[in-house]
Nanobody
């Protein structure tokens, strides 16, 4: 399984971005079994959890999301998205997609988000 993240870029404070993560090498019929998540790593800081989503149940969010971000998944397309609104300079980081299951733990390559004031 490989994860390809995209959608990062540079925006001003208050702007929005939509990140996308596409999974390849996984059979469509089993993609739903993967827990899909987004993490981020700011310069000089450790990687931290942002949000994740399973096929059932409500998504989980880090407290700093404050209702600004929304994670969704499209099992038919084997994709997970992170809609980010109200971006702040503190959101500047490389955002990574992650998939986990009972037998795997995979990270994508990351997409960079820069928020300027």
């Amino acid at each position: 399984v490989q994860l390809q993240a995209s959608g990062g870029g540079s925006v001003q404070v208050g702007g929005s971005l939509r990140l996308s993560c596409a999974a390849s090498g996984v059979i469509l019929s089993v993609f739903w079994q993967y827990n899909m998540g987004w993490y981020r790593q700011a310069p000089g800081k450790e990687r931290e959890f942002v949000a994740d989503i399973t096929d059932s149940g409500p998504p989980n969010y880090a407290d700093f999301v404050k209702g600004r971000f929304t994670i969704t998944r499209d099992n038919a397309r084997k994709r997970v998205y992170l809609q980010m609104n109200g971006l702040e300079p503190e959101d500047t980081a490389v955002y990574y997609c992650r998939s986990t299951s009972t037998s795997s733990n995979l990270w994508g390559q990351g997409t960079e988000v820069t928020v300027s004031s």
